[in-house]
């Protein structure tokens, strides 16, 4: 069964700094990673997808099938980047997502 | 915006009761999911339905049941309500059953269980 883990519950950086959420994931497939964000309060937002390798708000994540990892980094960190971020997985196959713990990103002025 | 709209917003109940919660898929989208969001369980799959049909289940309970109606809108019927069962509810769409499709998620409901 495929498995989606992020290690770090809460993460706290101060502007300007780097930042990175780690995700690892368990598939005995090829996997679709994808990281969504939401803001206090809003909905769930896609906020990139490694099929499409692209950077989202500075946000760039790499899928490293020998780790099994699909980190999420921004070189500079904002106040506005401060949400809680989820690691998601589907099957190629399939759709459904299996979303990980999610981390909680504080950036602090 | 996404265009996933959920109704209601909040619901508050007693335990027992059934509650409905109602979704309307992106316009053109054909497929529709269900997302639990708990506290201690975070956020879990509970049901795809594709054109009218049941797609693939998750951890849904027998308690609860859905259907995706010829307009595509969705609902999620919720029976024998236990405290556990308070949540956040989200339902989130996408073009077609594909794991490559992104999936837009909703604002989700609220629910109460008191």
């Known amino acids: 069964a495929q498995r989606v883990t992020q290690p770090e519950k809460l993460l706290s950086v101060f502007k300007g700094a780097p930042v990175e959420l780690k995700c690892n994931y368990s598939y005995s497939g090829s996997p679709e990673l994808f990281w969504y964000v939401q803001y206090s309060r809003q909905r769930l937002q896609l906020l990139l997808r490694?099929?499409s390798r692209e950077s989202i708000k500075g946000f760039t994540a790499d899928l490293n099938k020998g780790e099994t990892s699909f980190h999420l980094k921004k070189p500079f960190a904002q106040e506005e980047d401060s949400a809680m971020y989820y690691c998601a997985l589907s099957e190629t196959s399939g759709s459904r997502l299996t979303f990980g713990e999610g981390t909680q990103l504080t950036v602090n002025p | 915006d996404s265009g996933v709209t959920q109704t209601p917003k909040h619901l508050i109940t007693a335990t027992g009761q059934r509650v409905t919660l109602r979704c309307s898929p992106r316009s053109g989208d054909l497929s529709v999911y269900w997302y639990q969001q708990s506290l201690d369980q975070g956020l879990q799959f509970l049901i795809q339905y594709y054109n009218g049909e049941e797609r693939a289940k998750g951890n849904i309970l027998e308690r609860f049941s859905a259907q995706q109606f010829p307009d595509l809108h969705s609902e999620l019927n919720l029976s024998s309500l236990e405290l556990g069962d308070s949540a956040l509810y989200f339902c989130a769409s996408s073009p077609t059953p594909r794991g490559t499709d992104t999936q837009y998620f909703g604002p989700g409901t609220r629910l109460t269980v008191l």
């Open positions: 490694h099929i």
